[in-house]
Each structure stands twice: as C-alpha cells, then as structure tokens.
C-alpha cells in the first residue's frame, strides 16, 4: 500500500514539474503572441491554407507541447486541415526534448530535423490524397453528430463538415454560465488558486530546468528546503492545484472551455487565465497517463526502455512503439536512455516521428477517432525513417552508433 501511495504522490509531483511547467510557459509566450499581435498568428494559421501543414510541423517543432496544443483546437473548430494535425502531432517531440537538447544537442538537431521533414511531408500526402480525412469526420458524426470534428479538405480547401455546426459562440473568459461565479467563497479562493499556481509553474521552470541538467537524475520524496523537498512539495502542489483549477476553479475565474483556441485577449491576467486553464487541462490527461504507465510498471514489471533496446531492427520499431504511447513520461524515459548510450539514434529518430507528447490528449478528449488515426497516420513513417537510418543511412553517417551525439 505504501508503494502505491508513493507511486501516486510522485506521479503528481513530477507530472507537474517535468511536463506541465515547461507545457504553461509555452502556451502562455504563444498566448502573450496572441495578445501583443490581436490574434493574428492564429488568423495566418487559419487562412493560408497552403501553409498550414507547414505551420502545423513549426508549432510542433517547438520544444515541449504546448506549440502542438494550440493547434487541436483549431481542428475541432474546423479551420484547419486533418493533415496540419498529422504534420503538428509528427513533428512533436514533447518534453522528451529537453532531455535531449541538454544532453545530445547535436543528436537533436539531426533527429528533430528528420522528425520535421518526414511528419510535413505526411500531412501534405494526407490532404492531398484526402487520405482519411472525410472518412474520420463522417465516422465521427456517425458516432455522435453532437461531437466534435474537424474540417474537411474540400477542393484543395479546408472547410466545416457539413454534420457539424461551427457557428457557435466562440468561447470567452465572460462570467455567464455554470456555477454561481459571483460566490463569496469560491471566486476569491479561485483567483488565489490561480495565482498561486502561476508561482508554482515558475518555481517548477527553474525546478524542471536543473533536473534536466541533472539529466534526469531519479528524485526521492522528501520534506525541506533542498533539491528533493521544492522538488516534491512544488510539484504536488502545482499538480493540486491543477486538479482544483480544472474541476471547480474554471467556473469562478473565467475561461469555462478549455482545450479550445482563442483568437485574441483583453488584458494580460486574461491571458495568464488562459494559459492556467489550458495546461490544466492537459495536466489531468498527464497525471492519468503516469497513472496508468506507473502502475503497469509496478504490477506487471514491465520494462519500456528495455523492450524499445532491443538489438538489431527492433531498435527503431520498439521507439516507435513507445511513440505510440500518449503523453511524454515514456519518451522521456526513452530520451534519457538513448543519452546514456543505451539506444541507438535511429530508435530516437522513429520515437520523435510517432510520438505525439500532451497534445494528443486535447484531441482525444473531444475527437478520439481522430486522434487515434492521426497516431497511426504517424507511426507509419516513422517505422519506415527508422529502418532505413538502420540499414541505410546510419551506417554511412554513424548514426547506426549508440550514443551518437551525445555530450
């Protein structure tokens, strides 16, 4: 029972400070974009649909999740195309990424790169052939036509399906519905939750930012004023508060949709909301996902790092498969083994293409088949880029070699 309760306790703690940190900031420059240019990022985004794939991969390309994030929303409000989402969530490396700039940049560069390459060119095939994309959206509305979908590539254009209404009231930070916002004891308790939820994103920036310098050193759960004590107490405390802004404090503050995009923002507290609501969010969807893989290591043994270290051509394919895997926990499992020698560049190569971070989880909250056949559209080439830096080109530029880039 203790070792359950530990288990549970340090998921919290380094759900928060490993990933929901560096996910806020993100989200927060790009809201802080949103704000100082009124919505004109999203606005180039949704109008050039040429361009959105290429978009798409350049958001993704951002270190972290929260880049990616921005872009499902704007799928499922239709005005941007199923291969942009392919090409973001391909090009994705989530916080697996941190790992890896810190401690093999040069690996990084040449993986990323690779990642980029491949996931845009994925998204274009998809659009251009419509490969899946009116059959997801006509499968979704089958399901539920009061569900979200996404928009359909209609004349080398991007336009609303048809099966779902888009006219909809864009989501504001207007206290108008839900609960009543006015309560003398839930409204203040839920600006103070937010604030101090920011001073807890900051704390676990810095806090996040040494453990990856440390290269990810395991941290115990301890009381105090060291490493190990902010470390724990940061991080549980920013993951409850999380939990409390998600489930009750979204209705006091403000901002009652979440994994939703917005165009602009009235002030920069109106922004920090945002951001605050979004990562969230994507922090519930994160401490499931190390939920579920914690338990699963600890009931059954299972060990990832050293099923995708298999020897031969199951490099690649086992990083792949970890890719497949929602949220970036595993990955940066993966990352933190391929610096310490343990895999080969061209299993980080196929993990950084099929992989898909926290971004996932927005889209798999509203549009699940969606997000499913985005993440298969994906682990396709990252199979096929994986097996050929294998065979073919790794031996050539020594990227067959374990280690390679490594500081």
């Not at 209705?251 to 990562?279: K, N, P, Q």
């Not at 996932?360 to 909250?365: D, G, I, W, Y």
Request: aromatic share 10%.
């Amino acid at each position: 029972m203790n070792e359950l309760i530990e288990v549970f306790l340090a998921s919290l703690r380094d759900g928060y400070v490993q990933v929901s940190a560096f996910v806020a900031v993100t989200i927060l420059a790009f809201g802080l974009l949103q704000y100082w240019t009124d919505g004109a990022v999203i606005g180039a985004i949704e109008g050039n649909e040429r361009l959105q794939v290429l978009f798409g991969g350049l958001l993704g390309l951002t270190p972290g999740c929260g880049g990616a994030i921005i872009v499902m929303p704007l799928y499922v409000r239709g005005t941007v195309s199923f291969g942009t989402v392919v090409a973001t969530l391909g090009a994705t490396a989530g916080d697996s990424a941190f790992v890896i700039l810190a401690l093999a940049p040069e690996a990084a560069l040449y993986a990323y790169a690779i990642a980029f390459v491949a996931s845009v060119a994925t998204g274009y095939l998809v659009d251009t052939v419509g490969l899946g994309v009116t059959r997801v959206d006509n499968a979704v509305a089958q399901l539920s036509p009061a569900m979200a979908d996404g928009g359909t590539v209609v004349n080398k254009g991007v336009g609303p399906n048809p099966a779902h209404d888009y006219g909809g009231p864009a989501p504001t930070h207007a206290h108008e519905s839900g609960p009543d916002r006015q309560s003398r004891v839930l409204t203040p308790l839920s600006h103070l939750a937010h604030v101090l939820w920011w001073t807890a994103a900051l704390a676990g920036l810095a806090l996040g930012t040494l453990y990856l310098l440390r290269g990810g050193p395991e941290v115990p759960l301890a009381l105090g004023l060291g490493f190990d004590g902010l470390f724990t107490v940061v991080g549980i405390a920013g993951a409850v508060l999380s939990l409390y802004l998600y489930g009750v404090g979204r209705h006091y503050v403000g901002e009652g949709e979440v994994a939703r995009a917005r165009d602009s923002f009235g002030s920069i507290y109106d922004t920090l909301t945002h951001a605050a609501m979004e990562t969230s969010f994507v922090t519930v969807w994160v401490l499931v996902a190390f939920l579920v893989y914690e338990y699963a290591v600890l009931l059954t043994g299972m060990n990832v790092a050293t099923i995708a270290a298999a020897a031969g051509v199951l490099a690649p394919i086992g990083g792949a498969v970890v890719g497949l895997i929602p949220g970036c926990g595993p990955q940066i499992l993966l990352a933190s083994v391929y610096a310490e020698g343990g895999l080969p560049f061209s299993a980080l190569s196929a993990n950084a293409i099929a992989q898909d971070g926290d971004a996932l989880f927005p889209l798999l909250a509203v549009d699940a088949r969606a997000a499913i056949v985005a993440t298969i559209y994906n682990f396709l080439p990252a199979v096929v880029v994986g097996v050929a830096l294998h065979f073919l080109w790794g031996p050539v530029f020594g990227m067959a070699e374990f280690g390679f880039g490594v500081l």
